[in-house]
């Protein structure tokens, strides 16, 4: 039995002005020829297949010609909701989409055999068993009751989340012992495993219900396939629990690791061999950090003709404010075949150039300093940053002025 589980797809995101149609059309491609060459049996997407609940017509496109096209080679395919998917959307298709070899589980329900899938091998025997668990929310497994602190809801989410899989491998195992053939057991997840590292993408899914949940928590299935954070990785030292990580970098700060999927392979009733795909980058993307001497070198590097133009992350470490700062960006920019998405000053200078204030007291300040000092931390980068930037030092100047010559409406009489 071979599977391949990759997860974290956000098909449909809007990446700063640009649409990431291309990439997700390339990336499923090449996917599908993954699949045909490995002889594949099925393909596993734990969560997150689009970016938002209203996903756009032409990502629902792509995600309709995905499943005809597995449907085609023979492929077995189950879709897993993940906290970004609506669970409506995902389930108007799911009674369609079973005519055509493709399993989606958008919720838990009451029913929990219904998230029991025996996945089928190309020939169309048995080949594994799938607990498939989409994206849990806490009411989908909680009731809430009243005056519980927050540290007592997270633990009994933690705790009936464990329940949820312990149940459902219970009912695989049973399966298993009827079928009485070596089968091995798959289960999913999309939630943050305790000790990952995350991302600037990744949407904190569980602040003030679950920190994260611990590895040990998980049932003994042979595999566990998650989806939620974007860098692949292996989960509390144990190689049979393995974040996937998205295939196309969802954020610039993904750009430090590979983009993979994994292929997992069985024997008889065994995890044999987990081996990462590495996913090709479809779109050119950098990420620059420097003084403005040291983006200028870095920037020459870049030709001035490229088939596709590099999309580029901008960071500057600045030490004073320089309002022509997106002007002289443009300028080293002009000949070179890249597109600036992001412009940021660097964060740690800002944090610095307040750390370096906290010696002042606010008396030894004029009202005027201050909204400077606080005006200079914002970035005003953008396009309309200017005419922003005036509006508020206008807006101020005018509420200063009123509270100064004493007819604001709150004075004292
Ligand atoms: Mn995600």
Known sequence: MKIIHTSDWHLGQSFFTKSRK????AFL?????????????AILVAGDVFDTGTPPSYARELYNEFVVACNRLGVCLVVLAGNHDSVSVLNESRQLLACL?????????????HQLIALPKRNGSTGALLCAVPFIRPRDVLQSRAGDSGLTKRRALGTAISQHYQQLYQLALAKR?????????????HLSALGVSQS???RDIYIGTLD???????????????GHIHRPQIVGKQPHIRYSGSPIPLSFDELGSAKQVLLVQFANDQLDTVTPLEVPRFQPMALLKGSLKELEQQLSSYPEQAEQPT????EVALDDYLSDLQQRIQALCADKAVEVLQLRRARTRQRQSLQQQQNET??????????DRRLALENFDDENAGARKNRLEQLFHQVLAEVESGDSEESPA
Do not use: K, M, R
């Not at 994260?212 to 998650?226: H, K, N, R, S, T």
């Not at 999309?311 to 901008?314: G, K, Q």
């Open 29 to 41: 491609h090449w996917l599908l020829a993954q699949a045909e060459q490995q002889q594949v049996d």
């Open 177 to 189: 012992q009827t079928l009485a053939q070596p089968l091995p057991i798959v289960a999913t997840g």
């Open 311 to 314: 999309w580029l992350s901008i």
């Open 362 to 371: 606010l008396t030894e300040l004029t009202p005027q300093q201050v909204f």
């Open 212 to 226: 994260g949940f611990p590895a040990d928590a998980f049932p003994p299935a042979d595999y566990i396939a998650l």
């Open 101 to 113: 070899n493709t399993y989606v589980v958008a919720s838990v329900t009451d029913e929990p055999e």
């Open 200 to 202: 600037e993408s990744v």
């Open 22 to 25: 291309a990439e997700h059309q």
